[in-house]
């Protein structure tokens, strides 16, 4: 289960909307999941996290795993974007 949590790559589309999550998946196929932006929120500042950054996934039972020891390309952008804190609007 802890694999299917850890992210490999987080990607942000062109128009900034979309986030694509690829994780680990067994027998070492990869598995891809588009997520609106609107709908990921960060728990942490990746300054304060310190191994691990988990990203809660709005209607998923559990958070995504990004491991701070992985590169970050653009860190400004996933700061202010991707690295944001959000809350989910309830449904009723």
């Known amino acids: ?3 299917r949590r850890s992210v490999r790559y987080l990607i942000l589309k062109s128009n900034q909307k979309v ?3 690829v994780t680990y998946g067994p027998f070492g196929k990869n598995t891809i999941m588009d997520v ?3 709908c990921i929120s960060a728990q942490e500042s990746r300054h304060s ?3 691990f950054l988990p990203i809660k996934v ?3 039972a559990f958070y995504y795993i990004l491991d701070m020891n992985g590169e970050f390309k653009n ?3 996933f700061d202010n974007v991707v690295g944001l ?3 989910f609007k309830t449904r009723i």
Do not use: I
Request: net charge positive; hydrophobic share 35%.
């Open 85 to 87: 804190s959000r809350n």
């Open 49 to 51: 996290a310190k191994n």
């Open 19 to 21: 986030v694509t999550f």
């Open 1 to 3: 289960m802890f694999t």
């Open 36 to 38: 609106p932006l609107r």
């Open 75 to 77: 860190t400004k952008l």
């Open 58 to 60: 709005q209607n998923r």
